[in-house]
C-alpha cells in the first residue's frame, strides 16, 4: 500500500531539525527499500526547508501512522502538522528511475486537496516532466481526496498547471528537491 507523507515544520523550528538531521536520515534509512519518493520542500524567500515530503510502499495505515509519527522531527516538535494519505503510484517507479535524473531545473510538489468525484486521475498528456504523479485516497481506497505530484517545471504557475484548476478546493504548489542523505 502507497501512502503519501508531508511534514510541515513548525515556524522556528529550524535549529531543532538541523539537530536532528542525523537522527532523521538514521530513521529513514530503515525504510529506505519502500521509498518511492522523498525530499524537503524549500522556502521561496530563502531556500530553506519548511517541509519534508515522503512516498513509501508500506503494509497498512497502522504502519503509514507508525512510520509518519515516530519520525525524531515529528517527535521532538519539529513539524507542525502531518498530511497522511494513501496514494496511488501511477507512473510505477521511484524518483530515482526519473529519466530527468536528480538534478537540473526546478523541482516543485503540487498538493490539490479536493474532494468530490475524482479528477486528475489518469496521468496528464505531458508527463515527461513528472517525477511522482498519483492520487490521494482515504485508507480504504474508496474516496478521493486530492492529487499529489513532484514535478519538474521552470517557474510554480507551470507545475501548478498539472492539475485541473477548478476541480480543487485548494492547490499548493511547493519547491521541493530531491532527499537523502548527501553522497
Known sequence: MEFFCYHRDRPGSLVLRQELVEQHWSYMDRYASEMIARGPTLSDADGGPTGSVHIVDLPDPAAARSFAFDEPGYQAGVYRDVLLRRWRNVLGRTMWEFPGGRTGGNRFLVLGLGSGEATDVALPADQDELIAYG?????????????????????????????????????????????????
Request: aromatic share 8%.
Open 135 to 183: 492520487p490521494l485516497l482515504s485508507d480504504d481506497e474508496s474516496t478521493w481526496l486530492g492529487t499529489a505530484a513532484l514535478v519538474r517545471a521552470p517557474d510554480p504557475e507551470t507545475a501548478r498547471a498539472v492539475l485541473t484548476p477548478d476541480r480543487y478546493a485548494d492547490i499548493e504548489v511547493h519547491r521541493w528537491q530531491f532527499g537523502g542523505r548527501p553522497s
